[in-house]
């Protein structure tokens, strides 16, 4: 039995850190792997933005809802 129960382990301290690294890790690899991509490939996460804030005709997305 441990005597200190209110000291965190060391495996459930690096719980949670992974996904945070991730998110914040993509954007480095993405301007990494730039020069090696074709053109399509890199502008497909803007392409994917203005779907989403245009919709796919221009005339939806969520834009309408900051009118």
């Known amino acids: 039995m441990p005597t200190n129960p209110a000291q965190p382990s060391s495996a459930?301290?690096?719980?949670?850190?992974?996904?945070?690294?991730l998110f914040a890790g993509l954007p480095l690899v993405w301007a990494i792997a730039t020069p090696f991509l074709p053109e399509q490939v890199f502008w497909f996460p803007f392409w994917v933005g203005?779907?989403?804030?245009?919709?796919?005709?221009?005339?939806?997305?969520?834009?309408?809802?900051?009118?």
């Open 12 to 21: 459930s301290s690096r719980n949670g850190w992974g996904c945070c690294l």
């Open 50 to 67: 203005a779907v989403i804030w245009n919709g796919a005709d221009g005339q939806g997305g969520i834009s309408h809802l900051f009118d």
